[in-house]
């Protein structure tokens, strides 16, 4: 749930131990007026110094417990649901034309009638198209290497920037919940631009974190897809914010989460335990399935991957976990020519194609500048 500057890569560790300091750094700010008032008076009032000192630091800790678990909850909630694209993707610029591809811009509807933004790319001589849900925090640009590896081999692609990022209207961030209107507004503007084809292309639903989620999520209200991709999904909206309470905050399991979701659900206005990967999983088609994490993703353990996995209906899945150099979502940066291969692979066997690129055919490695810096 935060971001690191782009100046060079750094690992995921080092920017979550800057994300984990700014407790540290505000419960110092809370002390110094108490360290100030406090101090000030112990030395102008002598004889009762002990007791101006116990009372100065009794009054500190009901501040830090009013800062950690009264209003530390609510501004974390608010922060959360009014939150955007980060400036470092805001500066962004590529677009497929960087890799020679032609797109078009295009403005729809999501199903709840906000209007998003987003680059559309039709498809060759695959008759797909790859539906790409960036992350939190992100917009479109995240998902364009892997557009680019798609659209190289045949298939066409959809990338747009979610509510509240990039350029598409403001609306809350739910972790998911209302997200996932997005998502049925696309497959939506997609069949409606094809309503008059004899033959509808084919839709592959593909989302990062949050937008797994999403991805999800929409999956499970819609009949209109042939595949799903999911990078990096996390188990339950309650369990990430626990996870990342003392994750990124260092803030205890309790009862900071709960005061959280407490306020989270109250801003939102929907019943966060209705977020929930593997109660949606079970709702969707039995498409095929790729679900790709790694093990050095700090912020999601792959053990929730494998679950999903497991929990599957699907007659062709894949699970594809890389190792401990690949942190949340990095997958495409660290690896993009084992990535393309992944994506394309599992595109050519779930929609009936072949199961490999023509020959002659390089895989995409080119990897784009939102990728030169972690999650």
Known sequence: MAACPPERPREEGVCLKGSSMVTLVLLGILFLPFLLVGGGMALFWKRKRRAVLRWSGISYLIAVCLLLFVVGPYLAAWALTHAGTRGPDRALKETAADYGVAFEDVVFEARDSLRLSGWFIPPGRKNAILLCTHGLFRNRVEL??????????????????????????????????????????????????????????????????????????????????????????FSSLRDTVVDHSWLLLKMPRYPFPSLFLFW???????????????????????????????????????????SLYQESHAQIRKLKVFGKDVTHGSAARRHPDAYAALLIGFLDTALGGKAAAEEGEPAFTKSTASEDYPR
Do not use: C, W
């Not at 659209?151 to 509240?164: I, M, N």
């Not at 977020?275 to 050095?296: D, E, F, T």
């Open 264 to 306: 989270f659900q109250r801003i939102t206005g929907f019943d966060a335990d209705r977020v929930n990967s593997h109660q949606a999983l079970q709702r969707i088609q039995p498409v095929p399935l790729l679900i790709i994490a790694s093990k050095g993703d700090a912020r999601i353990s792959p053990s929730v991957a494998s």
């Open 144 to 233: 364009l290497s892997r557009a680019m590896a798609a659209s190289r081999a045949g298939y066409g692609a959809l990338l747009y920037d979610s509510r509240s990022h990039g350029a598409s209207d403001k609306g809350q961030i739910s972790l998911g919940y209302y997200e996932r209107n997005d998502v049925l507004g696309a497959i939506e503007y997609i069949r409606r631009r094809y309503q008059h084809e004899p033959e509808q292309p084919k839709i592959v639903l593909m989302g990062i974190s949050m937008g797994a989620i999403a991805t999800l999520e929409a999956a499970a209200e819609s009949k209109n897809y042939s595949a799903v991709i999911l990078d990096s999904p």
